[in-house]
Nanobody, 127 residues
Framework: QVELVESGGGSVQVGGSLRLSCAASRELDGDYCMGWFRQAPRKEREAVASIIVFSDDNFVGTPSYAESAKGRFTISRDFALNTLYLHMDNLKPEDTAMYYC???????????????WGQGTQVTVSS
């Protein structure tokens, strides 16, 4: 079992920045993926960004971003803290959503069906 705890959400104005954090209780063995998803009211959940974690080498692969996140969001991971981050710049009203982090084998994360989810953190962007 993996527990994920997000933090860092809040209310910001258009053009502002936020950094979301996701603390994981443990790593999976071998290679796996961690990602950020979001769900706005009356919309389906969508993937925002993901990253491959090579846990044996303490190394991460090239991140993957949704088109809406490219150039504005940066996903990163701190191995010492076992924490995933999502730094979001130039926020727009359409970024308003509940943001969730997730962890599992990469095939599950890419498919949008990872086993392990955090409880979510709300991001609200107002104009």
């Amino acid at each position: 079992q993996v527990e994920l705890v997000e933090s860092g959400g809040g209310s910001v104005q258009v053009g502002g920045s936020l950094r979301l954090s996701c603390a994981a209780s443990r790593e999976l063995d071998g290679d796996y993926c961690m990602g950020w998803f979001r769900q706005a009211p009356r919309k389906e959940r969508e993937a925002v960004a993901s990253i491959i974690v090579f846990s044996d080498d303490n190394f991460v692969g090239t991140p993957s971003y949704a088109e809406s996140a490219k150039g504005r969001f940066t996903i990163s991971r701190d191995f010492a803290l076992n924490t995933l981050y999502l730094h979001m710049d130039n926020l727009k009203p359409e970024d308003t959503a509940m943001y969730y982090c997730a962890e599992d084998r990469c095939s599950a994360v890419v498919a949008g069906t990872p086993r392990y989810w955090g409880q979510g953190t709300q991001v609200t962007v107002s104009s």
